[in-house]
């Protein structure tokens, strides 16, 4: 009795269940493909996950887009305003970042939309905009059900936020009110909101016609993509040409009825279950940078709590929840083996005291199966979305750091999302600059030429 025990505590018994197959993966995109169709179809979209909702931006920029434009963006670790210029190919923007305060975060809608619009005010004076009658576009970066450009109603918060009196709400209607409560910047008007994974698509569309995917790897993850109407049973609008939308599917909720519970760790349980949002978000969970530090943590604390690491040897920082950066796992991976330096500098970070060159190998596999895992997953929904749209070639715009800082996320995605796909579809993933700036401008000036 007392051997099977010491064998059920190797590390690779403790590691095995974050190593997944290709059958896993497959199984990944045919249940997301599923939950798809129940999103865009009115008789099952209550049941489903992946909400699907049109967005109702129809076409790419075509690169005419022109004027001086206001954009905010909020659905993160930062709120910030922009004052965005197209002309053209040419883009220029100046923007400043304002602090959401923890308990702005976390109280009344009123507060943070009177915040906002401060901001806001600060913004225009700063530049002196304030005699300016400037469109805006809002990049808002939570679950909304359209009704429109500028009708968006959030569903549910994610991300640490959890404003009193928004779910249910139109913000385009509560960032107006907070306006007319200032009384001072009538000229400011909203002309549309997005979400960032279509600023990602919007601002890469902008120069690489073929970009038809935006996906988002940062504090969570979405991905929206160019639907065909006939696909779209829930559009309610209007079927001119061209007969396509833009679909922010909200794939970060995938999983909340369970379908991946055949994949998932002690270690996904324990952070839905310590969330402000259990059992909500379940596929972001898995792979986005609010989380991913998380897990690799768990499992540096399962293997040191049965000595296979830092000789049992633990800490108040590393018992901490969330005290283990997503940023620690792209540094440890892109470390110099030789030497370890920077993964040894986060250990005494972490007033890890006792450790050795095999403790640093072994928090560095652990950190790249928790990456690995996560890119993969990212890559079997890309996969499922190339698949669904059958088009020959396609770009995928990518925005957020968990892609652009960690070391190797973009070509394991390359690497999987090849592996996953139909050998006949072609595909690239392009970083996206500033997309959720360019973005809401572009659609604010689409918006606009349209009035
Ligand atoms: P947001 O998605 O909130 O708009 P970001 O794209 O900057 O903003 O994403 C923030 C997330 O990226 C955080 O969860 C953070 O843990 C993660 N992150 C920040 N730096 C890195 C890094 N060097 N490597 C991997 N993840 C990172």
Known sequence: KKRLQSEDKTVENILKPLDLTDEHYKKVMQLMHNDIVKGLTPETHAKANIKCFPTYVRTVPDGTESGDFLALDLGGTNFRVLLINLNGQEVTMESKIFLIPHHIMVGSGAQLFDHIADCIFKFMTDHKLQDRHLPLGFTFSFPCRQEGLDK????????????????????????????????????????AVINDTVGALMSCAHSDRQCAVGLILGTGTNACYIESLSEVKTWDGDFNEPKQVLINTEWGAFGNDGCLDFILTDFDKSIDKHSINPGKQIYEKMISGMYMGEIARLAIERLRKHNLLFDGEGSYHLATRGRFY?????????????GFKVTKQIFDELDLTSHTEQDCRLVRHVCSLVSKRAAYLASAGIACLLNKMNRKEVTVGVDGSLYRFHPFFHDLMMEKTRALVRPDISFKLMLSHDGSGKGAALVAAVANRLL
């Open 326 to 338: 997503t940023k620690y796992v792209s540094e440890i991976e892109g470390d110099n083996v030789d």
């Open 152 to 191: 968006a109603i959030l569903t549910t918060w994610t991300k640490g936020f959890k404003c009193e009196g928004v779910e249910g709400h139109d913000i385009v209607q509560l960032l107006h009110e907070a306006i007319e409560r200032r009384g001072d910047m009538q000229n400011v008007k909203c002309l």
